[in-house]
């Protein structure tokens, strides 16, 4: 399995409590040093505390799931 489909697999952990909130997250890009973009979608798109969510949410779940995860970031 690739890093890229490893990192959309471990998306999967996170995605329930963004839908929950009526908002999603796509996987935009990862590269071979493990530095992963997302883009957040619905309303946690624009949200405030959106930079809050990919930082102690998503890049938690992605870091403690993949290891070679580096950092994450968000894109329009």
Do not use: N
Not at 32 to 52: E, N, T, W, Y
């Amino acid at each position: 399995m690739t890093l890229y489909e490893r990192v959309e697999e471990a998306l999967g952990k996170a995605r329930p409590a963004l839908q929950a909130d009526g908002g999603d997250v796509e996987l935009v890009d990862v590269t071979d040093d493990g530095k992963v973009s997302v883009r957040l979608l619905g309303h946690c798109k624009g949200c405030p505390m959106a930079q809050m969510t990919v930082s102690h949410h998503i890049e938690r779940i992605l870091r403690d799931s993949v290891p070679e995860v580096a950092g994450v970031a968000a894109v329009d």
